[in-house]
T-cell receptor
Framework: AAGVIQSPRHLIKEKRETATLKCYPIPRHDTVYWYQQGPGQDPQFLISFYEKMQSDKGSIPDRFSAQQFSDYHSELNMSSLELGDSALYFC?????????????FGPGTRLTVT | LAKTTQPISMDSYEGQEVNITCSHNNIATNDYITWYQQFPSQGPRFIIQGYKTKVTNEVASLFIPADRKSSTLSLPRVSLSDTAVYYCLVGPSGAGSYQLTFGKGTKLSVIP
């Protein structure tokens, strides 16, 4: 079965650089979520999109922005990177079938800021 | 969203049944209880979800008492591959985004 695809899987950037993370949800999933998981920490919700519109916002820094495109893929843009942005970034998607609340997570992008 | 409390860690031998209890004293009427499993450096994976009484699927059972202020995830006959962090989440149902709010999960270590 198709899964959530994230690219790149690993990314190394220097402080003050920018980064773009991509997420391709499972086909027929219309909701995309972004989560950040720092070393030894629990996943934290950043932002979500439903039918290409931002639906909820969590603890996402102002330096970060995201959008969902017409094909439902999403991109997380990160600027002025800081050492503290080093983390695993997960994308998750949810089915259009509203009888289930299950989110399907991708493998994550490991961002290292040096 | 209702806050959850679960043990920080648990150890179990292979082949044993493991029960992880989660407290959610201020659960709302429309909230569901959901459990996710996470292996190191992997995305969380949905295990089971329930509203009341007992729910069972091919990997786990979820027991929810009548007052719904707690729930217990039961993993039958665990193996080494069940070593992971288990998260209990409580949240509203219905349409909308319904992002997941992860608290401190339970790190389960299965010992040979």
């Amino acid at each position: 079965a198709a899964g959530v695809i994230q690219s790149p899987r690993h990314l190394i950037k220097e402080k003050r650089e920018t980064a773009t993370l991509k997420c391709y949800p499972i086909p027929r999933h219309d909701t995309v979520y972004w989560y950040q998981q720092g070393p030894g920490q629990d996943p934290q919700f950043l932002i979500s999109f439903y039918e290409k519109m931002q639906s909820d916002k969590g603890s996402i820094p102002d330096r970060f922005s995201a959008q969902q495109f017409s094909d439902y893929h999403s991109e997380l843009n990160m600027s002025s990177l800081e050492l503290g942005d080093s983390a695993l970034y997960f994308c998750a998607s949810r089915s259009r079938d509203r009888s289930t609340y299950e989110q399907y997570f991708g493998p994550g992008t490991r961002l290292t800021v040096t | 969203l209702a806050k959850t409390t679960q043990p920080i860690s648990m150890d179990s031998y292979e082949g044993q049944e493991v029960n992880i209890t989660c407290s959610h004293n201020n659960i709302a009427t429309n909230d569901y209880i959901t459990w996710y499993q996470q292996f190191p450096s992997q995305g969380p994976r949905f295990i089971i979800q329930g509203y009341k009484t007992k729910v069972t699927n091919e990997v786990a059972s979820l027991f929810i008492p009548a007052d719904r202020k707690s729930s217990t995830l039961s993993l039958p006959r665990v193996s080494l591959s069940d070593t992971a962090v288990y998260y209990c989440l409580v949240g509203p149902s219905g349409a909308g985004s319904y992002q997941l709010t992860f608290g401190k999960g339970t790190k389960l270590s299965v010992i040979p």
